[in-house]
């Protein structure tokens, strides 16, 4: 034997004689409570639980701002949260608490605000329970829809953990004098309302359906196994509509509500809602909504999305969901469908969709879809006055896209800022409608994103896609880390001759500047000084590498602080690029702000 074999040998026996040092075990937090009703401005001590990671310390959020903010309440580092003064609209926040020890591992609270406490009675709900009983904890009712059919405005129903095969079909109403009506699972339980073998009336319907509904919440129950088998029939874990205000879901967890209805991509046929809003009415709409905090998952959704706002629905709020597992769009915001009465109120508008995870959400292989990646993460398709921030989208088809299906409308005044979204199977941003005889873009902003190593199946779509009939849209302030085909900008149409102004970006390629590919106007251009020269495009933006705090598992897209995003953006003002980060932080840092969706 070699004198090398032998230290090798050597080597690898000592190694072997070693000590194993213990896997770090994953980080996993919890928040208690994780649902309550405060009267403001009163105060309410939150406890925080942190396993693995030897650290557990965390840092607290209100509504995705770290220690809070006059407008939504404030929270200190030992977790004791402040209501605010004044009411915002809707009435709920969310308490987050972020680990120190790995900040992709936190938990969200959900906190329903109140100007005076509930004046009515509290019910139950449980299995061993009687339709003929009174209701008390002691004689408690056999079903939620009883419970529904008796009770009135600021009355709370807590139902007893157990199996309950039922619609529940509430057509009640609070007010803001007496209160909300609360549907609960009974604190520490989890009441679950399971559709095996329920038929789907109307051809529509929800396990849980609220028909012109007011100041009704329900919260923490798990919603599940409502499916069909016709085109005719549309299952749906929990269904607004209608019209009405101040309706709260938060904290349900939603799973396998599908569709197996035979259908092709040509006709698009079977339809399935894991939680849907359809604002029916006119002028009258569904208006300050929350959804917040829920987890919707392993659903088959056929033509339709898994979360979904449409026709006359105003001032809504979409927060610190998690959507995953998937097989069409994510979260919709979507307008001119024809839900409304009333075309001029057929359209989602006035709201925020913030602080939302998704991810594992594909088309290919949906029976709909056939061999299309096609699903968004999020998408906005036919909306307006809409805030899309500090979302974490990856492993989907299409991170964002905003656009319109429907000729002669667009989606126009959205903001898409603070989002993080990566490996993506097709393009991470996308603008404009699917084809030329569809609606498009109008009037979008699109600051402050981190895109990295989208289309994963290279579909090339790129980092971000402009297709037909986009106009005096903006794109700055965006990190773009190529994907394997190395294309930042896909503008394949000349449909209009303004889809967007760029500057102020980071592009980077491992692979260097000239091996980048831009299209523009349909025409392609290799290298980034040669795009730039040719379009006049991203006149301040600039190729280096981003220096992200670590590419490895877990990924960080932060940006370390010799990172040439640092300070470098285009100070835009806060009505476009947002009050906080991706992370919570503010969003300028004296006087400077950073490229990308971090600023610490």
Not at 26 to 37: D, E, F, G, I, W
Not at 276 to 302: D, M
Not at 303 to 329: M, P, Q, W, Y
Not at 384 to 399: A, Y
């Amino acid at each position: 034997m070699s004198v090398m074999r032998q230290v090798v040998a050597a080597l690898t026996l000592l190694a072997a004689s070693l000590p194993v040092p213990p896997a770090q075990a994953a980080v996993s937090v919890t928040v208690s409570p994780a649902y309550t009703q405060l009267v403001a401005p009163a105060t309410l001590q939150f406890s925080v639980q942190v396993t693995g990671g030897g650290n557990s310390d965390v840092i607290w959020e209100v509504d995705n701002a770290v220690g809070g903010s006059k407008a939504y309440g404030t929270i200190t580092p030992s977790g004791l949260y402040t209501a605010p003064q004044k009411l915002p609209s809707p009435a709920l926040v969310t308490v987050t608490a972020v680990a120190k020890a790995d900040p992709s591992a936190s938990a969200t609270a959900t906190v329903t605000l109140l100007a005076q406490p509930p004046q009515g009675s509290t019910y139950y709900v449980a299995p061993d329970g009687s339709d003929g009983s009174s209701g008390s904890i002691e004689a408690p009712w056999a079903t939620i829809q009883h419970a529904a059919d008796s009770v009135s405005a600021g009355d709370t129903v807590l139902v007893r953990e157990g199996t309950y095969n039922e619609h529940v079909h509430l057509h009640v109403a609070g007010n803001a004098s007496a209160g909300y009506i609360t549907f609960q699972s009974y604190p520490g339980e989890t009441a679950v309302l399971d559709g095996t073998g329920l038929n789907i009336p109307h051809g529509q319907w929800g396990l849980f359906t609220f028909d012109n509904a007011s100041y009704v919440i329900v919260s923490g129950f798990e919603v599940r196994n409502y499916q069909t088998k016709s085109r005719n029939r549309v299952p749906i874990g929990i269904y607004v509509t209608g019209a009405g205000k101040n309706v709260q879901i938060v904290s349900n967890r939603i799973h396998d509500i599908a569709t197996y209805a035979h259908t092709t991509p040509r006709q698009c046929g079977s339809n399935a809602f894991g939680l849907t809003v359809y604002g029916t009415q006119a002028p009258t709409a569904i208006e300050n909504i929350a959804i917040a905090g829920n987890e919707i998952y392993n659903l088959h959704t056929g033509c339709s999305e898994t979360l979904s706002l449409d026709g006359n629905v105003k001032r809504f709020a979409v927060l610190n969901n998690s959507i995953h597992d998937d097989d069409n769009i994510g979260i919709g915001a979507i307008g001119f469908e024809r839900v409304s009465k009333d075309p001029k109120y057929d359209q989602a508008r006035d709201g925020v969709i913030r602080g939302n995870t998704v991810y594992n959400i594909t088309s290919y292989g949906n029976p709909d879809y056939g061999k299309q990646y096609a699903a968004d993460g999020i998408y906005v398709d036919g909306g307006t006055n809409i805030v899309i921030e500090q979302n974490l989208i990856h492993h989907v088809d299409l991170g964002i896209e905003l656009a319109s299906e429907h000729e002669g409308h667009t989606s126009s005044f959205i903001a898409a800022r603070n989002n993080i979204v990566y490996e993506g199977q097709s393009a991470g941003i996308s603008i404009g409608g699917y084809a030329a005889r569809r609606g498009g873009t109008d009037h979008c902003i699109i600051v402050n994103n981190t895109l990295y190593a989208n289309d994963t199946e290279k579909t090339g779509s790129g980092e971000f896609q402009i297709q037909f009939n986009a106009a005096n849209n903006v794109f700055e302030n965006n990190i773009l880390y190529a994907g394997p085909q190395n294309l930042f900008v896909n503008d394949f149409t000349d449909s209009t001759n303004n889809p967007a102004m760029l500057d102020y970006n980071l592009y980077f390629s491992p692979e260097g500047a000239d091996a980048g590919m831009w299209v523009w106007q349909k025409q392609r251009y290799h290298g980034f000084d040669v795009y730039r020269q040719s379009t006049g495009q991203d006149e301040h933006s600039l190729f280096a590498d981003p220096q992200f705090v670590s590419l490895d598992d877990p990924l960080d897209l932060d940006v370390v602080s010799s990172s040439p995003a640092r300070g470098t953006g285009a100070m835009l003002g806060k009505a476009m690029t947002g009050k906080y980060d991706f992370a919570g932080y503010s969003r300028t840092n004296h006087g400077e702000i950073n490229i990308g969706a971090y600023q610490r």
